[in-house]
T-cell receptor, first 112, second 115 residues
């Protein structure tokens, strides 16, 4: 079956530090890959996505590249801000299967 | 409205009571998902509806849990004889089923507390 494994947290960084949150997956076929973010007290929202190999999703300074050869979709940001403090979820959707699979989430805290 | 809505936003109930949680998806979204998020935990898949197909109920934790989707739109998640371990935030999401446009849009959730 499908699975998503993401970097365990919590992750604590200083403002302007470089961020990487690792995500690897197991899936049949050609899934779409997503990063969702949940800010404190808010619902989940899509951060970025990639639908095929070598696609790069980007939004709000965050980037992730769909690497089929390493089955990875690592999230990166060059300079984090306090406002980036949130829980980040990696997810995949195998269109043929319908339902999506989420990682366990990684809590990021950015300190000023 | 423009987004996914859920009601109630908060529900406190006594152990053994039945509860119903409602989800209104985005108009035109044929796929609808229910998840459960316990405190500090990830998302636990519960059930998935797609159009007129039989729902994927593989994530429902017990036969106390059931869900229906009427007219391909509104969905209701029912928990019978609630237990304290059912306390969690129940999230609903909807999406198109269209290559390249299948990201899920989440509602704000219903926080269920079973006393």
């Amino acid at each position: 079956g499908n699975s998503v494994t993401q970097m365990e947290g919590p992750v604590t960084l200083s403002e302007e530090a470089f961020l990487t949150i690792n995500c690897t997956y197991t899936a049949t076929g050609y899934p779409s890959l997503f990063w969702y973010v949940q800010y404190p007290g808010e619902g989940l929202q899509l951060l970025l996505k990639a639908t095929k190999a070598d696609d790069k999703g980007s939004n709000k300074g965050f980037e992730a590249t769909y690497r089929k050869e390493t089955t990875s979709f690592h999230l990166e940001k060059g300079s984090v801000q306090v406002s980036d403090s949130a829980v980040y979820f990696c997810a995949l959707l195998n269109t043929n299967a319908g339902k999506s699979t989420f990682g366990d989430g990684t809590t990021l805290t950015v300190k000023p | 409205g423009a987004g996914v809505s859920q009601s109630p936003s908060n529900k406190v109930t006594e152990k053994g009571k039945d509860v119903e949680l409602r989800c209104d998806p985005i108009s035109g979204h044929t796929a609808l998902y229910w998840y459960r998020q316990s405190l500090g935990q990830g998302l636990e898949f519960l059930i998935y509806f797609q159009g007129n197909s039989a729902p994927d109920k593989s994530g429902l934790p017990s036969d106390r849990f059931s869900a229906e989707r009427t007219g391909g739109s509104v969905s209701t998640l029912t928990i019978q004889r609630t237990q304290q371990e059912d306390s969690a935030v129940y999230l609903c999401a909807s999406s198109l089923v269209l290559a390249g446009h299948n990201e899920q849009f989440f509602g704000p959730g219903t926080r269920l507390t079973v006393l």
